[in-house]
Nanobody, 123 residues
Framework: QVQLVESGGGLVQTGGSLRLSCVVS????????MGWFRQAPGKEREFVTA???????LYADSVKGRFTISRDSAKNTVYLQMNSLKPEDTAVYSC?????????????????WGQGTQVLVSS
């Protein structure tokens, strides 16, 4: 059984930074495409970023240059470093994964999900 457990969310001021972690069990991150989605109150869930097991990464335009996805195969953990945070980044961030090496921006293509962690950016 694949399990994803996120941590690292919290309250931060505009311009601040947070690092989210996603500890994965039941499947190696090095052989999975791992990603992050977010959902703000009253809005649809949206793609943030993903990294394929080949090491290719993709970012939403809204976070490009500010967010960085990475993974630690030894710890079987995926990270999301978020810098220069803005109030519009406020959302529940969820870690996700899929077996294919292909990155997609559709949440329905990812069968594995964590419970989410709240990020609140104050203005």
């Amino acid at each position: 059984q694949v399990q994803l457990v996120e941590s690292g969310g919290g309250l931060v001021q505009t311009g601040g930074s947070l690092r989210l972690s996603c500890v994965v069990s039941g499947r190696a991150v090095s052989s999975s495409t791992m990603g992050w989605f977010r959902q703000a109150p009253g809005k649809e869930r949206e793609f943030v970023t993903a990294i394929s097991w080949r090491g290719r990464s993709l970012y939403a335009d809204s976070v490009k240059g500010r967010f960085t996805i990475s993974r630690d195969s030894a710890k079987n953990t995926v990270y999301l470093q978020m810098n220069s945070l803005k109030p519009e980044d406020t959302a529940v961030y969820s870690c996700t994964g899929r077996q294919s090496y292909l990155i997609t921006k559709s949440g329905s293509d990812y069968p594995y999900w964590g419970q989410g962690t709240q990020v609140l950016v104050s203005s």
